[in-house]
């Protein structure tokens, strides 16, 4: 039995300013992709790596990993991803070895994610069958409507949901085929696994599990790899 990680680089980058997109915008010398790509190697429990990318990267990303960066084709495959995040994680699914015991999916422009987390992830999967990084939310939260306050919810019982998200492999894969017959789209891979009346586990993960998404982003991931790696925690 083997585990496999999934990383979502499919993304557009719309809400960044910036001609590259925002999996190979660069921080520190490497782009963000390759941050997150590193943690999930040094974690040294999977034994395969698929991205998903757009077709038109796939060149482009090959080149980078494999030449420019001299990461390892045996261990990491890169794929053409789909219209949705969905469709990508679905289409990696499909390559994946059915021998393989448990699949952590990953956002790519999430690189500050624990290995800690990642190692926790794994070990819960393989007990709960489904598992996500989460964290609780640290503002009061209110639903609104047009422009108008329905009600306030109770905090405490509110995570924000981050990735890994980590699975039973059968079982995600069962969930993702079961969506594509039934047509159903979801925001997230866990929610999925609820549609099939399963309980999702939560592994409360570190606040530093930021997606980097806009310009603030960027600018607040900047100043977090230098503070952890000056350190030592990164």
């Given at each position: 039995?083997?585990?496999?990680?999934i990383?979502?680089?499919?993304g557009?980058?719309q809400?960044?300013?910036?001609s590259?997109?925002?999996q190979?915008?660069?921080?520190a010398?490497?782009?963000?992709?390759?941050?997150t790509l590193?943690?999930f190697?040094?974690?040294?429990?999977?034994e395969?790596i698929?991205?998903t990318c757009?077709a038109?990267?796939?060149?482009?990303?090959?080149n980078?990993l494999?030449?420019k960066?001299?990461?390892n084709?045996?261990q990491?495959?890169i794929?053409?991803?789909?219209?949705k995040?969905?469709d990508?994680?679905?289409?990696?699914?499909?390559i994946?070895?059915?021998?393989?015991?448990?699949v952590a999916?990953?956002?790519?422009?999430?690189?500050f994610?624990k290995?800690?987390?990642?190692?926790?992830?794994?070990?819960l999967?393989?007990k709960y069958g489904?598992v996500t990084l989460a964290?609780?939310v640290?503002n009061t939260i209110k639903?609104?409507k047009?422009s108008?306050?329905?009600?306030?919810?109770?905090?405490?019982?509110?995570w924000?949901?981050y990735t890994?998200?980590t699975?039973a492999?059968?079982?995600?894969?069962?969930?993702?085929e079961?969506?594509e017959?039934?047509?159903?789209?979801?925001?997230?891979?866990a929610e999925?696994?609820e549609?099939m009346g399963y309980q999702?586990?939560?592994?409360?993960?570190s606040?530093?599990?930021?997606?980097?998404?806009?310009h603030?982003?960027?600018m607040l991931?900047?100043?977090?790899?230098k503070?952890?790696?000056?350190e030592n925690t990164?």
């Amino acid at each position: 039995m083997s585990n496999c990680a999934i990383l979502t680089a499919a993304g557009s980058g719309q809400r960044m300013p910036s001609s590259k997109k925002k999996q190979f915008i660069e921080i520190a010398g490497k782009p963000i992709l390759l941050h997150t790509l590193d943690k999930f190697i040094k974690a040294l429990c999977f034994e395969k790596i698929v991205i998903t990318c757009p077709a038109s990267d796939i060149v482009f990303l090959k080149n980078l990993l494999f030449s420019k960066f001299d990461y390892n084709p045996g261990q990491i495959s890169i794929i053409s991803g789909g219209k949705k995040r969905q469709d990508s994680v679905y289409n990696a699914l499909k390559i994946i070895n059915e021998t393989t015991e448990i699949v952590a999916i990953h956002d790519s422009v999430r690189p500050f994610v624990k290995i800690s987390g990642i190692l926790q992830s794994v070990e819960l999967a393989k007990k709960y069958g489904a598992v996500t990084l989460a964290h609780p939310v640290k503002n009061t939260i209110k639903q609104v409507k047009n422009s108008k306050v329905l009600k306030t919810l109770e905090r405490k019982n509110l995570w924000e949901i981050y990735t890994p998200q980590t699975f039973a492999f059968m079982l995600i894969k069962e969930a993702h085929e079961r969506a594509e017959s039934e047509n159903i789209t979801v925001r997230d891979d866990a929610e999925l696994i609820e549609k099939m009346g399963y309980q999702v586990h939560v592994l409360e993960g570190s606040s530093h599990n930021i997606k980097i998404t806009d310009h603030f982003d960027l600018m607040l991931a900047e100043k977090l790899f230098k503070d952890l790696y000056e350190e030592n925690t990164l």
